[in-house]
Nanobody
Framework: QVQLVESGGGLVQPGGSLRLSCVAS????????MGWYRQAPGKERELVAR???????NYADSVKGRFTISRDGAKNTVSLQMNSLKPEDTADYYC???????????????????WGQGTQVTVSS
C-alpha cells in the first residue's frame, strides 16, 4: 500500500540546480525518517541526505554546503534542493522512508524501509 513517488530529476549543466521531491502515500501511521540515496553506474548505493522526525539531518561529505534536505510531515513529503551541481552528482536518486503503516485489510501494522522507483539526475554540459 505504501508508495514513494519521486519527481524533479533531469538534465542540468554543471553549476545548475535541481529540486527533487518525494511523496509518500498509503495508510501511514508515522514516518521516522526520510532521505535520499544515489547510485552511479558501477558504484554502491550511498546516502546523500536524510532527515529524521526531530529535524536532525545527515549529509554525505560530498554534498555538504550544496544540498539541502527538507521535510513536510503534514504532506508526507521530502525534498532535496541541489545547488552547484557537479558531474560527479550524476546518478540515479532514490527516495527512502522509514515508516510504520497499517494494512487496509486487517488494520495490522507493518513497517520498515521503503524505496521509490528512482529518478535520473544527469549533470553535463
Amino acid at each position: 500500500q505504501v508508495q514513494l513517488v519521486e519527481s524533479g530529476g533531469g538534465l542540468v549543466q554543471p553549476g545548475g540546480s535541481l529540486r527533487l521531491s518525494c511523496v509518500a502515500s498509503g495508510s501511514i501511521v508515522t514516518i521516522n525518517a526520510m532521505g535520499w540515496y544515489r547510485q552511479a553506474p558501477g558504484k554502491e548505493r550511498e546516502l546523500v541526505a536524510r532527515i529524521i522526525v526531530g529535524g536532525d539531518t545527515n549529509y554525505a561529505d560530498s554534498v555538504k554546503g550544496r544540498f539541502t534536505i527538507s521535510r513536510d510531515g503534514a504532506k508526507n513529503t521530502v525534498s532535496l534542493q541541489m545547488n552547484s551541481l557537479k558531474p560527479e552528482d550524476t546518478a540515479d536518486y532514490y527516495c527512502n522512508a522509514v515508516l510504520v503503516a497499517r494494512r487496509n485489510t486487517d488494520r495490522g501494522y507493518y513497517g520498515g524501509e521503503f524505496w521509490g522507483q528512482g529518478t535520473q539526475v544527469t549533470v553535463s554540459s
